[in-house]
């Protein structure tokens, strides 16, 4: 394509776009799209360019519905148009952008970023069931997913979990069956939060996992299962957890003064445990090392007199209990929590935090350190 031949290609696209109906916009995109879907393997650069540059004049005035087409038909092209894919990628109408989020590999995580945090659950939707995902990314979607982005992230082989994000996982697979299957199945979850999700989830799943699994990963959830039935928990070694990023953090946040329940609980729900530990060691005026354990205790008064010294409410109480690592609490713990919470004096809690912190015996009961 001469640099004349594509000067007048341009001026043509360009009068269509200002002038021309909607029909004839429309038939002109289909045909350019069309075009670079049958020639894209033997462009060059500076070929695909020019078809760049002529899609984004006609795609300023085209209606979603044609939108959508030009998205269908350029997603998962490469080389692709790479302004216009993550012209079509952002837009807010899920039509249009969900094709090329799902199957566009050139799309940059930071064009994702800006997706998942300015976009709906359709939109996560698509990017969840992307070929590969990094780890970062499947972390920030599983932050803002709703049910269904939740189950197709954890499906999806070519998403990369943290150790974090499959904590915050398993807090999703209790109340999620769906979730906790496909999770059980993952040969990368961790020993220790595989025995975690096996302890708190129902008979029926575990005999689902036993069934669907492969050979080696049946021995594996078999091996759990017998040891969580056991009350022994497999371990995989690891090192004590490094707090000094979070303390900083939750410093920082409380010299500002936002540090505060709608935080905390957000940590909560995030299952970020780490956070939510180290900003009950910081506004109880407690050291990490009496808050930690509490949060693995069988029985909820540790957290209790935590959460209290705080000087948070109870629905942030609650929110902590439900999302740690100990298994969740019934209704009927949480009312008597509740109730102990309710008549706690905070001076008393801080007083317990700071000087008796509770610490949970090997039957899981916390007494206060003499």
Not at 14 to 19: N, P, Q, T, V, Y
Request: charged residues 25%; glycine residues 4%.
């Amino acid at each position: 394509m001469t640099a004349v031949a594509c000067s007048e290609l341009i001026a043509e696209v360009e009068l269509i776009a200002k002038s021309g109906t909607p029909e004839r916009r429309a038939r002109m995109l289909r045909g350019l799209a069309d075009l670079f879907r049958l020639s894209a393997g033997q462009l060059q650069p500076a070929q695909i360019t020019v078809f760049d540059d002529v899609l984004l004049r006609l795609i300023e005035r085209s209606d979603a519905r044609t939108l959508a087409s030009l998205s269908a038909t350029l997603a998962g092209l490469e080389p692709a148009p790479a302004e216009t894919v993550r012209r079509l990628a952002r837009h807010e109408d899920d039509a249009v952008a969900a094709p090329v989020l799902a199957r566009t590999v050139s799309l940059a995580d930071d064009d994702l970023v800006q997706i998942v945090c300015e976009r709906g659950q359709r939109h996560l939707l698509a990017i969840a069931g992307r070929a590969s995902l990094s780890a970062d990314i499947t972390s920030l979607v599983l932050k803002r997913a709703g049910k269904d982005t939740a189950r197709a992230l954890v499906k999806n082989p070519g998403a990369r979990f943290t150790e974090k994000a499959y904590a915050m996982l398993i807090g999703i697979a209790e109340r999620d069956e769906t979730v906790a299957e496909a999770a059980g199945l993952r040969p990368d979850l961790p020993a220790t939060l595989l025995a975690e999700l096996l302890a708190k989830t129902t008979d029926t799943v575990r005999a689902r996992l036993l069934k669907a699994a492969p050979a080696a990963l049946r021995e594996k959830i078999q091996a759990a299962i017998n040891a969580t039935a056991a009350g022994q928990a497999p371990r995989e070694a690891s090192a004590p957890v490094d707090y000094a990023d979070a303390l900083r953090m939750v410093e920082g946040l409380n010299r500002i003064g936002k540090l505060n329940d709608s935080t905390v609980n957000r940590f909560a729900m995030r299952r970020e445990l780490t956070n939510v530990i180290a900003s009950l060691a910081v506004l109880s005026g407690a050291s990490v090392e009496a808050v930690e354990p509490l949060m693995e205790d069988a029985r909820c008064e540790g957290v209790i007199i935590a959460c209290r010294a705080a000087r948070l409410n109870w629905q942030t109480a609650a929110s902590v209990l439900n999302n740690r690592r100990a298994a969740k609490p019934s209704k009927e713990q949480l009312e008597m929590g509740r109730e102990m919470f309710e008549t706690l004096y905070i001076s008393s809690a801080q007083y317990t935090m700071r000087f008796e912190p509770p610490v949970p015996t090997s039957a899981g009961l916390v007494r206060e350190a003499n």
